[in-house]
Nanobody, 116 residues
Framework: QVQLVESGGGLVQPGGSLRLSCVVS????????MGWYREAPGNQRELIATITRGGSTNYVDSVKGRFTISRDTAKNTVYLQMNSLKPEDTAVYYC??????????WGQGTQVTVSS
């Protein structure tokens, strides 16, 4: 099983920024496309950003233009740069394969709270 460890969350004011990190236990970016998911209170866990093995990215409309997914293959790390944060971005953020696969298990996630 491939393990995932998210970090970088915290409490920020609306309009603020955070950069989330996801450290993957083994080198997998040549095998799996990766994504960031989030689970807001009362909502389903949703995929919000993806990066393919070839480096192409995609985003849901709600974060497009504000969030950027990237990776550092040498560090086995996927990042999510989040700018212009809004209260509705409040959620627990997770990384995983996109789509989900049998090799990776959910990590603990990292809490992002956007509030004034």
């Amino acid at each position: 099983q491939v393990q995932l460890v998210e970090s970088g969350g915290g409490l920020v004011q609306p309009g603020g920024s955070l950069r989330l990190s996801c450290v993957v236990s083994v080198s997998v970016f040549h095998i799996y496309d990766m994504g960031w998911y989030r689970e807001a209170p009362g909502n389903q866990r949703e995929l919000i950003a993806t990066i393919t093995r070839g480096g192409s990215t995609n985003y849901v409309d709600s974060v497009k233009g504000r969030f950027t997914i990237s990776r550092d293959t040498a560090k086995n790390t996927v990042y999510l740069q989040m700018n212009s944060l809004k209260p509705e971005d409040t959620a627990v953020y997770y990384c995983n394969g996109a789509p989900l696969n049998g090799a990776m298990r959910w990590g603990q996630g990292t809490q992002v709270t956007v509030s004034s």
